[in-house]
């Protein structure tokens, strides 16, 4: 599910950036629970993706997206634009005002209590990229042809037993997810801010990108690529390549 504006080219000062975002279901999924925007005035980027039975993962995404831009409005972003620290304590805000819309809607619709999602969010000013975000859809950034991630999974790996083909116990890796939006939790989302220089390339994208794709082929892509449309086409294709066992979704900046 694609939510917002999806455009190609937006200004910014000092400096023009180009965007694109694509979300596909994979190869095994029957419906897509990722959710994403781009809003060009707000220069505000979001990827949420949902979690829960009955299509309610895909609820989830979409309010929690929703709640979200409603706190950041167009005119609290022009309010708080040049204040590194209104602007870190604003979108702490925006994520707990999400998190409050999702638990109240879960409480309203027995077929949706349990759901929730990770969401990982970036606001531009000017070279500034703030990220805020909970779970493991992530935040990377690529600089001189190289590539880090910003963000810290907020997830954890158990083992459970299943039976082989020959019938015999294993050990299976399961990754959960230790922060959402939809549950209630003593920690704050994570917040980070970094320097963009000419050149710099982001990727938002859900864990149905990463899980397929390895880092270092990621940043040949990002690399690579000619525009934010064709890396985010590229890397959908790749993680498809790979199996697309779950939805995926790329939000490529150019900077």
Same mark, same amino acid.
């Given at each position: ?5 999806? =455009? =190609?080219?937006?200004? $910014? ?9 694509? /979300? ?33 993962? #895909? ?14 409005? #167009? ?55 703030? /990220? ?35 019938? =015999? ?49 990621? #940043? ?5 690529? $000619?525009?934010?449309? =064709?890396? $985010? ?23």
């Amino acid at each position: 599910m694609i939510f917002g504006f999806l =455009k =190609k080219i937006c200004k $910014s000062k000092p400096r023009n950036i180009s965007f694109y975002g694509r /979300t596909d279901t994979g190869m095994v999924r029957d419906h897509n629970e990722d959710s994403f925007c781009s809003l060009r005035n707000r220069r505000l980027f979001v990827v949420a993706d949902g979690m829960g039975g009955h299509k309610a993962g #895909e609820i989830a995404s979409l309010l929690a997206i929703e709640s979200l831009l409603e706190f950041l409005s #167009e005119e609290k972003i022009k309010e708080i634009r040049g204040n590194d620290d209104e602007i870190h304590h604003s979108m702490l805000a925006a994520f707990s005002h999400a998190n409050q819309a999702v638990v109240t809607k879960a409480a309203t619709d027995e077929t949706m209590q349990g759901m929730g999602c990770t969401m990982v969010a970036c606001l531009l000013d000017e070279n500034r990229l703030h /990220t805020c975000h909970v779970g493991d859809a992530r935040c990377y950034l690529s600089e001189n042809g190289r590539l880090k991630q910003i963000t810290t999974d907020h997830a954890s790996v158990t083992y459970i037993h299943k039976t082989d083909a020959n019938n =015999k116990e294993v050990q299976v890796p399961r990754h959960v997810v230790t922060r959402a939006i939809g549950f209630l939790s003593h920690d704050e989302p994570e917040y980070h801010i970094n320097i963009l220089r000419p050149g710099s390339r982001v990727l938002l994208c859900s864990d149905g990108l990463w899980n397929m794709v390895d880092h270092t082929r990621i #940043e040949q892509i990002l690399l690579n690529a $000619s525009s934010p449309e =064709k890396a $985010s086409e590229a890397l959908v294709t790749a993680a498809n390549e790979q199996g697309g066992r779950d939805n995926i979704t790329a939000l490529v900046i150019f900077y």
